[in-house]
C-alpha cells in the first residue's frame, strides 16, 4: 500500500509581516464602529498576546490534523479488512496503480467508497469506473410520440 509523508511545516513563526497584519485587523474593528474605538481598543488582546495564541493554537492544530490523519489510515485499513482476499487485491492494485490518486487515506477510502456504491465495477479481474452516460451509439431511441 502506498505511502504518502505529510509534509510537516515548523514552529509558529512570529515574524514583522504577521505582527504588522494583526494590528491592521485590531485597527479595522476599531475603525468599523469609531463611536466605541475605545472600548474595543480596551477590549483588544495585544499584539504580544495575540501572536502568543496564534503559536499555541498552531501547534495544536498540527497535532489535529496528524491525529485526524492517522484515524483515516486505521479506517482505511478497517474498511480493507472487510472486503475478501480477491477484492481487497484488485482495490488495492487500482488504487496503486491509479496515477491521479496520491497516496493519501482519503483517496484510498473515496476509491473504497465508489465502489461500494457501485461507480466503480469489478470486471474480469479489474476495477473499471462504472458507464452512467451512455455514448449514443449505445442509447436505445426513444419511443416515438404518438
Known amino acids: 500500500m502506498r505511502f504518502k509523508k505529510r509534509e510537516r511545516y515548523g514552529a509558529f513563526e512570529d515574524t514583522g509581516r504577521k505582527r504588522a497584519a494583526a494590528g491592521r485587523a485590531q485597527q479595522k474593528q476599531r475603525d468599523a464602529l469609531p ?28 497535532a489535529q490534523q496528524r491525529a485526524s490523519r492517522a484515524a483515516a489510515w486505521r479506517e482505511a485499513r478497517r474498511r480493507l479488512a472487510r472486503f475478501d482476499d480477491a477484492t481487497r487485491a484488485v482495490v488495492l492494485a487500482y488504487w496503486n496503480g491509479h496515477r491521479w490518486l496520491p497516496g ?17 465495477v469489478l470486471e474480469a479481474g479489474t476495477l473499471r469506473p462504472a458507464q452512467i452516460v451512455l455514448p449514443p451509439r449505445q442509447r436505445r431511441n426513444p419511443p416515438a410520440a404518438g
Open 35 to 62: 463611536l466605541f474605538a475605545e472600548q474595543f481598543a480596551e477590549a483588544q488582546p495585544s499584539i504580544d498576546q495575540v501572536m502568543a495564541a496564534r503559536a499555541a493554537q498552531w501547534e495544536t492544530a498540527e
Open 104 to 120: 493519501d487515506p482519503s483517496y484510498l477510502l473515496d476509491t473504497m467508497h465508489s465502489f461500494e456504491r457501485g461507480r466503480l
